[in-house]
């Protein structure tokens, strides 16, 4: 018999979220937009409040515990079948929110803003195979075959849980000084960047991965099978968080249109950051293993090997640089904003991915993203 089990609760409903979430800003943009294209208003607002959404892939999020009996050469059926290794893969997106406030005094080149982003993802798996091996045994009545009473299996269950969080505050002015045409801007802004990651997975595997039989008197219904079984239990809980100064900057190109009636708006920027902060690690995972052998007098030993634990704990200071880029299109009017984009922010060093020592993985996050702005003040 054969069993196969896939949950993967982040992937069932990554689609649907995008999808509703995407509808709402276009029908709350349509909505403002229809009583602000017309609108003749020759100042510019003072204060912009944008509110957006983003789907993110994931990079060096967490990594794989594994044991010995996983590796077994050559590969068992079942192994083929549940690749305890890949069945602990992380979520591939996160699905977040953003949101930022940016307030330009009237007649001034500077910017003030404050700005939050923020995701999270999951994932669940259950992977389970059994090969059913059938036993011949030859008797004075014929020879019978039914299922054996123990099987080679492969069983897997994973969870992963992952959430980051990005804060800026910053102060800027504008530089284009007309570098982009009339209408364009061009900001280059200092301030302060704080960043948290965390992500915990769990995962609970076992398996045996071959048996053997033995006929113990041809001329009855009876055998007896020998064989090895393992288990593995593990946790991990991993955090970064940090805070340094940061620049960026931000340019938008209007190609079509004018500020008055709307325009057509090309979008792009880089950021960099120093983060000082702390790194911390927690793992615990246990191995066992448990022995039923046949032996030539017709009886059984069975063996536990002493269970291996492990249970660490890591903390550091920790210094993690950061680097971003931005490009997409807006439209605008004078009061509103409407904007597609594709942002990637890396973090190089920030988590410690290791198990049983230390080990720096980077982290990314990079995918579209939409938002829609509206303006007040003037």
Do not use: C
């Not at 979430?21 to 909505?31: C, E, K, N, Q, R």
């Not at 003749?40 to 044991?67: C, F, H, K, Y």
């Not at 595997?205 to 009855?220: I, N």
């Not at 900057?249 to 500020?259: D, E, F, M, P, Q």
């Amino acid at each position: 018999m054969s069993e196969l089990i896939t949950i993967d609760g982040n992937r069932r409903n990554l689609k649907e979220r995008l999808l509703i979430t995407s509808s709402a800003l276009s029908l709350v943009g349509f909505i403002a937009l229809i009583d602000i294209a017309n609108a003749a208003e020759n100042d510019r607002p003072t204060a912009w409040i944008e509110l957006g959404g983003q789907l993110e892939m994931l990079q060096g999020t967490s990594s794989p515990i594994v044991a010995p009996f996983m590796a077994v050469s050559p590969t068992p059926a079942p192994y083929l079948a549940v690749p305890f290794i890949d069945s602990q893969r992380p979520a591939d997106h996160a699905f977040g929110l953003e949101g930022k406030l940016t307030f330009q005094p009237k007649n001034s080149d500077w910017v003030f803003s404050a700005s939050v982003r923020y995701g999270r993802s999951h994932a669940k798996r259950h992977l389970h195979h059994t090969n059913t091996v059938i036993v011949s045994q030859h008797t004075s009545y014929g020879t019978p075959t039914h299922p054996a009473k123990h099987n080679p299996f492969a069983d897997s269950r994973t969870r992963s849980d992952e959430s980051h969080a990005v804060i800026d505050f910053s102060v800027g002015r504008d530089v284009g000084l007309g570098l982009f045409g009339r209408d364009s801007t061009s900001t280059l802004n200092a301030g302060v960047r704080f960043a948290q990651f965390s992500t915990k997975s769990s995962v609970n595997a076992s398996g045996r991965p071959s048996l053997e039989h033995y006929l113990v008197a041809p001329k009855y219904l009876f055998y007896r099978t020998s064989f090895n079984q393992y288990a593995l239990t593990g946790h991990a809980d991993r955090n970064f968080h940090g805070i340094g100064p940061s620049v960026s900057w931000n340019a938008s190109i209007t190609v079509l249109g004018n500020a008055e009636a709307g325009e057509l708006a090309l979008d792009l920027g880089a950021n960099a950051a120093l983060l000082f902060g702390r790194q911390t690690a927690k793992v615990d995972h246990a191995t066992k293993a448990y022995a039923k052998h046949f032996l030539p007098v017709s009886q059984y030993y069975s063996l536990y090997a002493p269970r291996n634990v492990n249970d660490l704990k890591r903390s550091r200071a920790a210094t993690v640089p950061n680097l971003g880029g931005v490009a997409g299109i807006s439209v605008k009017y004078p009061n509103a904003k409407i904007s597609l984009g594709y942002r990637a922010d890396f973090f190089f060093g920030a988590v410690d991915a290791g198990i049983d020592e230390r080990r720096t993985k980077n982290l990314g996050f990079s995918g579209p993203f939409a938002t829609i702005s509206f303006g007040f003040g003037g």
